[in-house]
T-cell receptor, first 112, second 112 residues
Framework: GENVEQHPSTLSVQEGDSAVIKCTYS??????FPWYKQELGKRPQLIIDIRSNVGEKKDQRIAVTLNKTAKHFSLHITETQPEDSAVYFC???????????FGTGTRLKVLA | DGGITQSPKYLFRKEGQNVTLSCEQNLNHDAMYWYRQDPGQGLRLIYYSQIVNDFQKGDIAEGYSVSREKKESFPLTVTSAQKNPTAFYLC???????????FGPGTRLTVL
């Protein structure tokens, strides 16, 4: 069935360093890939997304890259700050459908 | 963060009781969703609704029921048939099923 694998499950970085989270999807028809940030006990918030017609998208310190051939996409956070500490979820969906397949999440800890 | 509200924030239920979780949005979104989140897992879709008076089962609908009588409201009932109801429940909405989903703050349900 449809599946999204996310790695690593936990990631600790020093403040100022970069963090990379990777996701691999199984359904080659997937064409929309959002990333959500969830702080403890709070709602997931969309932080960036990418569609399959582009290979990379940036928004300040955050970027997402997509490799359709390999069916994987990654979240890159540069110059990490303590407030970046949260759980990050990737998801994949096919255009025109409601269905998001979520990864299992990555707990990012930024150490001051 | 505003626009989607869920109540209550915390809910306790005895085994054998049905309980209804509220989700309201004032974003004029057509589509609404219910997800379940368990520790260490991604979000799993329970039910979704593309439009008023219409809803469809997601991946884990057994033991749950919904209604969509108003555009703004999509309540979820957790019935006694749900074997392991203790979880964090998230409601989401999107302008249409083609658009990104935005989440409510969640309800943490504990069955005693």
């Amino acid at each position: 069935g449809e599946n999204v694998e996310q790695h690593p499950s936990t990631l600790s970085v020093q403040e100022g360093d970069s963090a990379v989270i990777k996701c691999t999807y199984s359904d080659s028809a997937s064409n929309y890939f959002p990333w959500y940030k969830q702080e403890l006990g709070k709602r997931p918030q969309l932080i960036i997304d990418i569609r399959s017609n582009v290979g990379e998208k940036k928004d300040q310190r955050i970027a997402v890259t997509l490799n359709k051939t390999a069916k994987h996409f990654s979240l890159h956070i540069t110059e990490t700050q303590p407030e970046d500490s949260a759980v990050y979820f990737c998801a994949a969906s096919k255009g025109g459908t409601y269905k998001y397949i979520f990864g299992t999440g990555t707990r990012l800890k930024v150490l001051a | 963060d505003g626009g989607i509200t869920q109540s209550p924030k915390y809910l306790f239920r005895k085994e054998g009781q049905n309980v209804t979780l509220s989700c309201e949005q004032n974003l004029n979104h057509d589509a609404m969703y219910w997800y379940r989140q368990d520790p260490g897992q991604g979000l799993r879709l329970i039910y979704y609704s593309q439009i008023v008076n219409d809803f469809q089962k997601g991946d884990i609908a057994e033991g749950y029921s919904v209604s969509r009588e108003k555009k703004e409201s999509f309540p979820l009932t957790v019935t006694s048939a749900q074997k392991n109801p203790t979880a964090f429940y998230l409601c989401a909405s999107s302008l249409t099923k083609y658009n990104e989903q935005f989440f409510g703050p969640g309800t943490r349900l504990t069955v005693l």
